[in-house]
């Protein structure tokens, strides 16, 4: 038997398991022959490597390069050596032998690839550069229990070529010298000189069965150590054919740690090289469906957009001594890396041109996403071209991805430059970042993304969101419920998005979290990482608290914390009716596990005590404080240097004993704090002890003592000595019993004019006051007569039509401040609203007066009307005006039809911009009213007449009349009428389908004289058979009215539109789409409507069952019968 016969036979008992083995090859689209015929603007979208590689000043070819020995570098890109007529064979193993060495005991790639990668050589005369030989020896390929394969490699420019001996290497390349009779197990290392460069010979012919191939360095991905626990030292090379995305890879073994470390360099100094100058690293076929599946992801912007070849390693390490490599192959794929906007994307490889009958995407989904900011760590080899990417979602344990590329340093420099897009000015990173100094040198020379801008938080809050898988646009600001959900509630994932995008940002000096529930991270820890605990201030000042104690607390104050101490403007945070949960009470605390409290005073109030943040405001209304919250409150309070400013703790659940805790230990912070506010808590106050504790905050310019009970006694709460230490600018005594010389010390601190100039709101609704109080207030607060005080005085619910003679007596002489509020009084008499009404038209200081909602024993009488009517046409100050009713369950309130005729004065108003008439019933008469307002008064902005049962012929007449009117600005869309009147015409027309369906066919008079009667018209002598209307005649009618409705709402629109764009100094045209469209006579419209429905109707099954084929020949007398009868049915309403 031959020797080669011989071989053969072993070879098919006998397989390597260091052959080169497939990576794991997926799936493609265009055909790789046709790829340089292409277009170039194929996919206009579309970013490879070299497109992003000047993020790196090192990536260049240039003296700079690291990669470039001497710096010097190829200036045209580099080729193969020579081209064979490879034969592609059917034979799924038969097809792999045109990559592999003329070697009988080489397993084949794999047992699906179709054909064998292209080598793509092309003839030597044009690759002069490939004739320089960089690296060439002896080295180990393969290796079994019985026999060692060893191969001669050539390293050039351009390839890495195997050879069976030094025999043949020598052969075929002048640069190395003859074995010269040595045997072929003596190891060849050589380096030419730099300058050397030889002809090569011709190329030895395939019939000849030394046909000698090579890998292309421009298909190499990775080249990498192998540490396997085996007792030699090997690297691995990995290798990807664009054309027909067959990927492979090659192990090279060593005796020695040195001579692998030789071949380690020199392979990836000249891979680098040859990718660095490849004009197109990814073929056109590939770019494009890489740039579909992460356009898909919703994640591909061109201009920060980049993908990488690289190998993906799940292990790490093969880690077993498996008889086979394959075990630790087979695992081991070449895919792509794509670097969008918010993610990195693992694509598989794509399925040739030519087994891709069709460009679907449905089985290119990425194998894997993860978002950028869920970078827990990030590790780059310096010695070879591994690293690592960690990702951890909240709450969940950290997937680390074990990768190599040639481009490794090009993508840690790439994510670290978006994650800075995305978290602009952070000044900790939360995450471990370990690269080589190159990769620091480059990151320090590419220059700094945005700064902070007005886009920061979007940017930052999106990325959040997309890395965790929620939908960003589910989050309102200011941080209200979110929208379009069945929930009301945010979930973990979403509130952590949006608290780690508000980190270091300086763009508010306030976050309110108001009404956003927080109790799903409260008492939630993540045990999985601390990544983003936050340690320091953004000034790098290191928070003087234990780093486990900051490790092992919830979420929520973790969150929080992060918050406070990231932003150096940040004041004020707003948490009311943030946390639900209720505190055990204090009996039941002794003996059993502390209290968790509700997270937010823990988080805030030790950063206060030891000064590490700016937050000195802050609000915890209605979350009731347990023994664990204030723990940490009177421990922070009772130190100077915390420098509270605000603390507002309204419904907090307070006791005498708690808020006489909290006062007595806010005394430190008599300097600075500015604002108190312990509302609606169940204490009760005494007089002589709350006005000492306090007094002694000089600089309050903010008391909420709203709905607190007070012990019996004839003192006053605050003293008048107190009052005059403070400057007030917001005293709130909503619900609180005032007593007389409460109100006199209030008025005595308004009569100092100086000391009391500042205050701006006074409320005192529900104080049980008297008009003879609310009078002797206003005298007090007025220098003289007819001068206006900028003070916002609300009286409401009070009993003011006691002694109201005064009380109107000082608004008719100009002493009521500029904002007065009167809501919600009931006057036993109708003249006491009459005699408030002549008082407020008397009046020149107010400009904001509320009177909503006041009750009176019925309708306004005629004269009522005309004091209306004569308030608004003389009074010239009132800027807004509140004159609505209410419309409730328990109680409603409406001036009557009175109203109606009263709204003319507006005509001749000229100072109103603002009217509110809600709930005051005006119907087709009222907005027939306020359009010939509309009409003639050109000092309107604003008329808010929602829910008053205005039909759509009113709001017809309303919009007709914005033709002359340019000034108005808003006008409500009558939703609710619009509503209303759907209801009423579908219940109208089943009414009138259910009494003809119970009508008998030969009585049909009776239904003519109901017709009749309400049309007006002599009825039919003719018999009619009753219409019988079906579903679909229902839906069409409800259709057409809806239209109705939509079509004036669009010319409202348009109007409006052209109003604003007058009042801002736009440029715009005095008409409007569809200005011909007049107001519609209500009877011929709506009877069109109900005629449209019948003759465009389409025939029904249910049609022809229930009237039957004999009944056409009336079915056009019923439907006019019909239409009348409905169209008088809508009018009237």
């Given at each position: ?8 036979k072993?070879?098919?008992r006998?397989?390597s ?9 997926l799936?493609p689209?265009?055909?790789?022959k046709?790829r ?5 603007n194929?996919?206009r979208?579309?970013?490879?490597t ?25 200036t ?11 034969n ?8 792999l032998?045109s990559?592999?060495?003329t ?9 699906t ?5 292209s ?8 690759i ?8 060439h ?5 393969s ?11 050539v390293l ?10 030094h ?10 010298s ?6 072929s ?8 000189s730099?300058?050397s ?11 000849s ?6 890998i ?11 540490e ?6 090997a ?11 067959h990927?492979?890879?090659?192990t ?5 740690p ?11 100094e ?7 100058t ?28 980049a993908?990488y070849k690289?190998?993906q ?14 075990l630790?192959?087979?695992i081991?794929t070449?895919?792509f ?16 041109p030519q087994?891709s009958s ?8 990425p194998?894997?996403s ?12 310096e010695?070879d ?8 979602m ?5 997937k680390?991805?074990y ?11 790439r994510?670290r ?5 995305l978290?602009?000015e ?8 370990v ?5 620091k040198?480059d ?6 993304p ?12 999106v990325?959040y969101?997309?890395s ?10 200011e ?14 994932l979403?509130?952590l998005a ?5 980190r ?12 956003v529930h927080l109790?799903?991270?409260n008492?939630?820890?993540d ?16 928070v003087?608290?234990?780093v ?13 914390r992060?918050l ?8 004020r ?16 605390t ?8 509700c997270?937010?005073?823990e ?6 005590k ?44 307070l006791?005498d ?15 600075t ?23 002694v905050?000089a ?10 009970a007070?012990?019996?006694?004839s003192?006053?709460?605050?003293s ?12 709130i005594?909503?619900g609180?019993s ?6 006199d010390a209030?008025?005595?601190y ?15 609704d ?7 109080d ?7 607060m007025?220098?003289e007569p007819?001068?206006t005080?900028?003070?916002h005085?609300?009286?409401?619910e ?13 608004i ?6 500029s904002?007065?509020t ?20 008397a ?8 009177i909503s ?8 009488e005629?004269d ?22 209410e419309?409730s ?5 409406k001036l ?5 005729k009263a ?22 008469q009222?907005?027939s009213s ?22 759509l012929?009113g ?14 600005l808003?006008?409500?869309t009558?939703?609710e ?12 027309v089943?009414?009138?389908?259910d009494d ?6 030969n ?6 004289t ?10 039919s ?5 009753p ?11 409800l259709?057409l ?24 100094g736009i ?14 006579g ?11 429905v019948?003759?465009?109707s ?6 022809d ?5 004999g009944?056409?020949?009336q ?6 019968a ?12």
């Open positions: 038997m031959s020797k080669p016969a011989k071989d053969a072993d070879g098919s006998r397989r398991f260091f052959a080169r083995t497939p990576l794991g090859a799936t689209i265009h055909d790789a046709n340089d015929q292409e277009p170039a194929l996919l979208k579309r970013r490879t070299s497109l992003l590689t000047n993020l790196s000043a090192s990536l260049q070819i240039g003296e700079d390069d690291p990669f470039v020995p001497g710096g010097d570098s190829p045209s890109l580099a080729r193969p050596l020579f081209r064979g007529n490879i592609r064979t059917t034979s799924v193993f038969g097809s032998r990559l592999r060495s070697d009988d005991y080489e397993e084949p790639l794999t047992t690839s179709s054909q064998a990668p080598v793509n050589w092309g003839p030597m005369d044009d002069p550069r490939s004739r320089h030989v960089l690296h020896g002896e080295v180990q390929t290796s079994s229990m019985f026999r060692k394969k060893r191969e001669y490699l050039t420019e351009a390839h890495l070529v195997r050879f069976k001996s025999h043949k290497a020598a052969e075929t390349f002048n640069a190395i003859s074995p010269l009779g040595r045997i197990t003596i190891r060849h290392s050589q380096s030419p730099a300058g460069s030889h002809e090569f010979p011709s190329a030895p012919s395939e019939a069965g030394d046909h000698d191939l090579g292309p360095l421009r298909q190499i991905v990775a080249v990498y150590q192998l396997d626990g085996r007792p030699y030292f690297i691995d090379i990995s290798y990807l054919d664009d054309e027909t995305n990927a492979s890879s090659m090279l073994q060593f005796g020695e040195e001579e692998m470390n030789i071949w380690l360099e020199k392979i990836r000249a891979a680098n090289r040859a990718r660095l490849d004009s197109n690293p990814l073929s056109a076929y590939n770019s494009h469906l890489a740039a579909r599946v992460v356009e898909s992801q919703c994640d591909y912007v061109p201009p920060n957009y993908i690289v190998l390693r799940p292990l790490g390490k093969a880690g077993s001594r498996s008889s086979s490599d394959d630790s192959k087979a081991s070449v895919c890396l794509a670097i969008g906007v918010h993610k990195v994307h693992l694509i598989p490889l794509f399925k040739p087994r069709t460009s679907s995407l449905v089985s290119y989904n194998q894997s993860h978002g950028i900011l869920t970078i827990t760590e990030l590790r780059v080899s010695n071209d591994t690293f690592e990417l960690t990702f951890r909240p709450l969940q344990k950290p680390v991805l990768l190599a590329s040639l481009a490794s340093h090009d993508i840690a420099v994510l430059y978006v994650e800075e897009l978290r602009p952070w000044e900790s990173r939360p995450y471990v970042f690269v080589p100094d190159d990769v040198r990151i320090l020379r590419n220059p700094s945005h700064p902070i801008d007005q886009d920061s938080l979007d940017r930052t809050l990325g969101c997309l965790y898988g929620v939908n960003p646009e589910n989050i309102r600001f941080l209200m419920p979110p929208i379009g959900l069945r929930r009301n509630e945010y979930t973990a979403e509130l949006v608290m780690r995008s508000l270091y940002n300086e763009s508010f000096r306030g976050l309110s979290f108001k009404d109790d799903v991270l008492g939630l820890v045990t999985y990482g601390a990544e983003h605990v936050c340690t320091k201030t953004k000034r790098g000042t290191f003087r608290m234990d486990e104690e900051l490790g092992r607390s919830c979420l929520l104050v973790q969150e929080i992060a406070a101490l990231t932003s150096r403007r940040l004041r945070m707003d948490f009311s009716s943030c946390i639900t949960r209720k505190p055990r009470d204090y009996v039941e002794a003996g059993k596990a502390r209290d968790m409290g997270g937010i005073v988080a805030l109030f030790p950063l206060c030891h000064q590490t943040t700016n937050v000195d405001w802050i609000a915890l209304n209605n979350i009731q404080l347990g023994e664990t919250d204030l723990d940490y409150l009177v421990a922070a309070a009772v130190e100077r240097a915390c420098h509270l400013r605000a603390i507002e703790m309204s419904g907090c659940g006791t004993r708690s808020l006489s805790l909290i006062l007595d230990s806010l005394r430190p912070q008599e300097n704090l500015e604002a108190i506010d312990i509302s609606a808590n169940p204490f009760r106050l005494t007089p002589a002890t709350f006005d000492s504790q306090i007094g905050f600089f309050l310019t903010k008391l909420n003592l709203a709905n607190v007070r012990t019996s006694g003192e006053s709460l605050i008048l000595e107190t009052f005059q230490v403070w400057r007030l600018r917001e005293l005594l909503s609180t005032l007593n007389f010389a409460m109100v209030i008025a005595s308004l009569v100092n004019h100086k000391q009391s100039n500042g205050l701006h709101e006074l409320r005192l529900h104080c049980y006051l008297t008009g003879k609310v009078a002797y207030l206003m005298h007090s007025t220098e007819g001068k005080r900028e003070l005085l609300d009286v409401s009070n009993n003011i039509e006691q002694d109201l003679d005064q009380l109107t007596t000082a008719a002489s100009g002493l009521a401040p904002n007065l009167i809501r919600l009084i009931e006057f036993e008499a109708e003249a006491q609203f009459r005699q408030l009404i002549l008082a407020l038209a009046n020149t200081t107010i400009r904001v007066l509320d909602r006041a009750s009176l024993p019925c309708d306004a005629e009522t009307c005309q004091a209306l009517e004569k308030m608004f046409a003389e009074n010239t100050t009132l800027e807004f005006l509140d004159i609505s009713g419309d369950r328990l109680e409603t309130t009557g039809v009175g109203i109606n709204l003319r004065g507006l005509q001749r108003n000229t100072s109103l911009r603002v009217l509110h008439i809600q709930y005051q019933k005006l119907g087709l009222g907005a306020l359009a010939d307002v509309l009409k003639v008064n050109s000092v309107l902005q604003e008329v808010h007449c929602e829910n008053n049962g205005i039909p012929s709001f017809t007449d309303l919009v007709n009349a914005l033709n002359r009117n340019t000034t108005l808003y006008l409500p009558m939703q009428s619009r509503q209303m009147a759907l209801k009423q015409t579908e219940d109208q089943k009414q009138m389908r003809g369906s119970m009508s008998p066919a009585k049909p008079t009776s239904v003519r109901r017709i009749a009667s309400k049309v007006g018209r002599r009825a002598k003719e018999k009619l058979t219409m019988l209307l079906s579903d679909q005649d229902i839906k069409a009618a259709s009215v809806d239209e109705s409705w939509g079509r004036q709402m669009y010319r409202l629109h348009q109007y409006l539109q052209r109003n604003y764009n007058i009042a801002n440029p715009t045209t005095m008409e409007v789409d569809e200005e011909d469209f007049e107001r519609p209500t009877a011929s419209s709506l009877s069109r409507v109900l005629e449209r019948k003759f465009e389409t025939p029904t099954v249910e049609k069952i229930r009237l039957g084929d009944v056409d020949h079915r056009s007398e019923a439907a006019t019909l239409g009348k009868e409905m169209e008088v049915s809508l009018t009237d309403n």
